[in-house]
């Protein structure tokens, strides 16, 4: 715990963090914006995953493609892109017990929607840990890692980054976070070789959120 000894704020991207990746449910999301794009453009869903991995390249998501070039409504797509069940995603009871030992401010900064993050947190049990949430809406659906949301959410909810730490399974995400002086932890998962992301930006490392928590507060 020594080395986040300093750290007051913490920030927790919400997919494939708070939940596991193993889940599948960042999968359905994929599945839900491919049909909506290709029914919007009225193509075929592997058309329409060749124009999701363009946008995704060019503008950071599907949204913002969607968004610039075709002018669309957000809501509506983020809606459809969400509207599925969530009840068997497992709750951790790890992740449930050790949050309260993060002693400070708790934060979600999410490229999803709040109403996602609301149900999902919910449906997880650990709702109550977080003091705030800071979806995509919140940042006029500028997605990370763009600079623009990081100083959104520092200014919105009056942290100082140096003493803020970020966790997510993104290690791009965590770029702009070290820029600006906080301290990350990157969540590689079952599947990504930690070895092959060792990025300046990358401070610590665990497989995932309740590795961490387990290894980290144990040693307080
Ligand atoms: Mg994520």
Redesign the pocket.
Known sequence: MDKFKHIDTWVF?????LYDAETGVFVKVGAQMTNFVADLLKVSPEEANIIRKEYWKKYGTTLRGLMLEHKIEPYRFLEHAHDFDISDVPQCAVTQEYLQHLVGKKIIFTNAPREFAERMTKHLGIRDHFDHIFAIEDANFIPKPDLIPYRAVIEKFDFDPRRACMF???EINLKTAADLGMTTVWFHGQHQDPHEHDHPHVHHKAEKLSDWLRHTIRKK
């Not at 991207?13 to 963090?17: A, E, V």
């Open positions: 991207d919400l997919d494939n963090t997510e399974d993104m």
